[in-house]
């Protein structure tokens, strides 16, 4: 077994870097502005080859969550937990719910993004918004 390790090609080391930053950045359509997730030479929806990065606002709601209890790599200890988020420009992104969690369901909460370390480098997490209703019931 090994550590997981970060796909890092030209398209994705810009959105690693803004990873490092804190600020999650993904690429633009230069020419129809939607967002492009994962990162892509090409657009698509239109098929541009131009992008440009922007970052994402941090928002997001949880569409599916699953909780791993085998062990597939050495830096993911079980168990933990994997959230397909669709963030506010669309994409959805894969990243790991940290601190609180829902009861019950976790569909349709509402998450915003942080930042931890893991294994070495910083890597992109979401927590529950405050104002989450799911969140509340639970509380
Ligand atoms: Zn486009």
Redesign the pocket.
Known sequence: MANSKPVMSMYDAPMWESIGRHRLELQT??????F?YPPAPI??????L??RWHPIAGRGTILSWVIFHRQYFDDHVPPYNVVAVQIEEGPIILSNLVGPVPEGSWIGAEVEFCYGEHAGRMQHQVRLREHSSIAAESA
Not at 29 to 34: E, G, K, P
Request: positive net charge; glycine residues 0%.
């Open positions: 359509c230069s020419r129809c502005a939607r492009r657009c698509a929806n239109c098929l541009s131009d992008y």
